[in-house]
């Protein structure tokens, strides 16, 4: 009888902790994560791209799918001349070590082309902007492959400061991709937040327009590359992490970022809770009992 009782225990523990994941997936599901790091304008990712160093890249790529990614990034751009050659070869050795989707980090609509092939699934987009050549090139390319595109808020005419301003260039990358046949749940829109060590006021500003991009326009996300906000001051990593936590506040739903960082992760689960998008806080749960927050 003791073994049968066991037996009913063990599986009933496997049962809630089979519950306990699905419903982490779903309250995760409220904030993208997009892997930064396997990133050619990283040194040591340059250097292991150069001597097609496998096992390095598939360990990157490992460690950020363990660690929460929803996305993989991969960036061959330092490579000039070379991108698509190297960014084909990133692509399949990241592949190899992952079933998550890429996104495809490029300006350059040949070197997408040239890439899409080889994907196993739909991919991420990672950039438009309102620059009018690189609208007319990659937009088609995003339609025909139904993939989800990043939209940056920046233009060829001036430079966004202010909330309005971002929120302006946000409702034309709007009118740009209704146009192209792309449905607005697949655009990712990041108004682009400047150092504050030269722009004090730019991280209040794309606080603002996150806000209100997330209100004016229905079925839109708002990403954000988190790095950029502490670049040229000290303890970087602490400015980040306030920032990501304020964004989400204001309803930020995809982030850029590095996802192995713990204290980083730890924020933004704590900031789901706090804001109400983690549902029964059972994203929460879910990490502190896999271990994956820090104790302070």
């Known amino acids: 009888m003791s073994k049968i009782l066991e037996k009913a225990g063990s599986y009933f523990a496997k049962s809630y902790l089979r519950f306990l994941r699905s419903f982490q997936r779903k309250a995760d599901s409220t904030v993208l994560i997009i892997a930064e790091r396997i990133n050619a304008s990283r040194k040591y990712i340059a250097q292991a791209i150069a001597s097609k160093n496998t096992e390095f890249i598939q360990n990157e790529t490992k460690a950020q799918d363990q660690a929460g990614a929803d996305y993989i990034d991969v960036n061959a751009g330092t490579f000039v001349g070379e991108e698509a050659k190297k960014l084909r070869w990133v692509i399949e050795t990241v592949q190899g070590a992952t079933e998550k989707p890429l996104s495809i980090d490029s300006p350059d609509p040949s070197v997408i082309k040239a890439v899409l092939p080889i994907l196993k699934k739909t991919p991420m987009i990672n950039s438009i902007t309102l620059e009018r050549d690189r609208l007319k090139s990659i937009l088609p390319i995003v339609a025909e492959h139904k993939a989800k595109v990043i939209g940056l808020c920046q233009s060829e005419d001036f430079v966004a400061n202010t909330a309005d301003e971002k929120l302006k260039l946000a409702s034309r990358l ?6 192209a046949g792309i449905s607005l749940t697949d655009l990712y829109i990041d108004p682009l937040v400047y150092p504050i060590s030269t722009s004090p006021q730019s991280a ?6 996150i806000e209100n991009i997330m209100k004016e326009f229905q079925g839109v ?22 920032f990501l936590v304020a964004a989400i506040s204001r309803g930020l739903d995809s982030v850029i970022l590095d996802p192995t960082d713990n204290h980083l992760y730890n924020a933004l689960k704590a900031s789901l809770v706090i804001n109400s998008r983690d549902e029964f806080c059972m994203g929460y749960i879910g990490a502190f009992r896999e271990g994956r927050l820090l104790s302070l």
């Not at 709007?174 to 146009?179: D, L, R």
């Not at 996300?221 to 306030?242: A, D, F, Q, W």
């Open 174 to 179: 709007v009118e740009e991709v209704t146009k």
């Open 204 to 209: 209040i500003a794309t606080l603002g327009a």
């Open 221 to 242: 996300h708002t990403s954000c590359g988190l790095s950029n906000v502490s670049y040229g001051l000290p303890n970087r990593k602490l400015i980040n992490r306030t």
